[in-house]
């Protein structure tokens, strides 16, 4: 996951060492603060990476060897998180330093040190796992697992734990661990780079998210503080089916790894995946899916984070969005005002009877992408049909359009929503934030693409409309499916963050990430992802 805003602050990189400590006093049995708005080292995530953000690998680089100071300068001015980095060495070091990159890293935010500057020898953990090295990733001569598991050979064990902590298996059915999952994340899970925001999920979304079709309370794990009983740590899973290259993969999807702030940099994080990596073998999943803000070996694809703002004001206010150079806030109030009625005739919110028709429009949608998750009928019921159950939060948002004479199901589009704390602000405390989720249109079909452009900026000014009448501050999609045909004439702004799509024990070749060598949305670079991750 990636806590993005939109880009005009720079962001600050932290170093992260990755070294083993010695164990701190941990959250066992004082009660850990709940939240500590200080930024920590190990806490601030380094938001734009994207070592792969273009087709193909970045190693076998266009050379920039003969880069002048002015070109290096005009290259940092893109790049805000490299020229941070940058800003301690003197004009020639840092010209030597950028020397060695290539010009896809530099445009698209790889930085100079700290961790994204590792090479594959310093992952001391990732290097021992069946995952891609950042090396081998432009020859990958066919598609497939890395390593075959032999299941009888999985230990039956878990591994041990640092003393005073124990492993649990989260029972979500109960609304008590339920909650205690969800305090974890609320105070401890993904913060933007300056610590100014932090995701917050609300009980009925991990209700959605870790119960879908075919999950199992095995993989909703945990690790406690043996005396206080407190969870300190979690990683979870949902299986599902992808298409990678025509190719169908039972995976797990991996989501919510989160560790309290009190116990970072304990390499605690590896026995967690080796956990999860585990109880996956032993019940016949061989492969996962998962995705971090982070580069880590080694990215499938590299999707750009993109903001609509619906209450520009507010997010303004609390340092999401900034005031462009020369513009005043009443433009750009004015700038990003939308209609009050959606425009898209027949549209109106999705229903369980819709169910079957949306599956079979989503499913032809998404073959059109290499890398797509092959849904169920469960499952579009599940992710997509919004069921009103008292006391539960609304989570997702889908509306289908119904061809008046046909009543034939032409076009759908859903959207989630994903809270942010806004950490210590006198006003504010949350950012009611809509996540563009899965999409789909007959337009796609037609005989190069005719129409599809202009019935997606239709459909999906409509969607802003409705998600800004259902009160969110703001809308974010990615640079995935067909999003770059609309994200900038609908007025989205390019955000600080970057998503990296990672395949665990499966090998394939990049994919496209939306985005071009400027780390800006392509057209021609659509046909990559067609998965949308939580
Ligand atoms: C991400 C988080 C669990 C990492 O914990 P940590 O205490 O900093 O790291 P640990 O000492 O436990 O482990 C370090 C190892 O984990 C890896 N790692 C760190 N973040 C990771 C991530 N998001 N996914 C996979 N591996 C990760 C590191 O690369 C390192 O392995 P390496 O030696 O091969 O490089 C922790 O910072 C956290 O809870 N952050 C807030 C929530 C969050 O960002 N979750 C991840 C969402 S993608």
């Given at each position: ?41 190990d806490m601030t995530k380094k ?412 459909l999906m000014n409509d969607a ?71």
């Amino acid at each position: 996951m990636s806590e993005s805003k939109q880009k005009g602050k720079s962001t600050v990189p932290s170093g992260d060492d990755n070294k083993v400590r010695a164990v701190d006093p941990a959250p066992t049995d004082a009660e850990p603060r709940a939240t500590s708005d200080k930024p920590s080292e190990d806490m601030t995530k380094k938001t734009i990476q994207g070592k792969n953000a273009t087709e193909g690998p970045s190693d076998g680089k266009p050379s920039v060897a003969k880069m002048t100071m002015k070109e290096a300068k005009a290259l940092l001015e893109m790049n805000p998180a490299l020229k941070s980095e940058m800003a301690g060495l003197d004009g020639d070091k840092a010209v030597e330093a950028m020397q060695k990159m290539s010009i896809a890293d530099l445009l698209t935010g790889l930085s100079a040190s700290g961790k994204n500057q590792k090479d594959m020898a310093s992952y001391k953990f990732w290097q021992t796992q069946p995952v891609t090295r950042f090396d081998e990733q432009s020859q990958v001569a066919e598609d497939g697992p890395i390593k075959i598991i032999d299941p009888t050979k999985v230990s039956k064990e878990p591994d041990a734990l640092l003393d005073g902590f124990e492993w649990t298996t989260l029972d979500l059915t109960d609304e008590k661990e339920l909650r205690e999952l969800w305090d974890l994340l609320t105070y401890h899970y993904v913060e933007d780079d300056d610590a100014m925001f932090r995701f917050r999920y609300s009980e009925s979304f991990l209700h959605w998210a870790l119960m879908s079709p075919g999950w199992q309370k095995q993989w909703h794990v945990g690790v406690r503080a043996s005396k206080s009983r407190k969870l300190v740590a979690s990683i979870t899973g949902v299986p599902t089916e992808l298409n990678v290259r025509g190719q169908q993969l039972k995976v797990i999807e991996i989501n919510f790894l989160c560790i309290h702030k009190k116990l970072r940099s304990k390499r605690l994080t590896p026995v967690l995946i080796k956990e999860i990596t585990r109880r996956c073998y032993l019940s016949g999943i061989y492969q996962a899916i998962y995705t971090a803000g982070i580069v880590l070996p080694t990215p499938v694809s590299s999707c750009r984070f993109y903001h609509r703002p619906l209450d520009w004001l507010k997010l303004y206010e609390v340092g999401f969005s900034p005031l462009p150079h020369g513009s005043t806030k009443a433009r750009q109030i004015t700038k990003n005002r939308l209609p009050s009625s959606t425009s898209t005739p027949g549209l109106r919110p999705m229903e369980v009877k819709d169910v079957d028709a949306v599956h079979n429009l989503l499913k032809r949608y998404l073959e059109r992408f290499n890398l797509n998750q092959a849904f169920t009928r469960d499952e579009v019921e599940h992710w997509l049909v919004h069921k009103d159950q008292p006391g539960s939060e609304q989570v997702v948002w889908s509306y289908v359009v119904e061809d008046a004479e046909t009543h034939k199901i032409t076009d759908f589009f859903s959207f989630y929503n994903l809270e942010s704390t806004v950490i210590q602000h006198p006003k504010y405390d949350a950012i009611r934030a809509a996540y563009l989720y899965y999409y789909a249109t007959e337009t796609a079909f037609a005989e190069k693409e005719k129409g599809l452009k202009e019935r997606l900026l239709m459909l999906m000014n409509d969607a802003l409309i409705l998600a800004k009448l259902a009160n969110f501050d703001v809308f974010n999609a990615l640079t995935l499916l067909d999003n770059p045909l609309f994200l900038e004439q609908l007025k989205f702004g390019a955000g600080d963050g970057q998503l990296h799509y990672y395949l665990f024990n499966y090998r394939t070749s990049p994919i496209a990430g939306g985005v071009n060598e400027k780390n800006l949305p392509d057209e021609k670079k659509r046909g990559g992802v067609g998965m949308v991750m939580l």
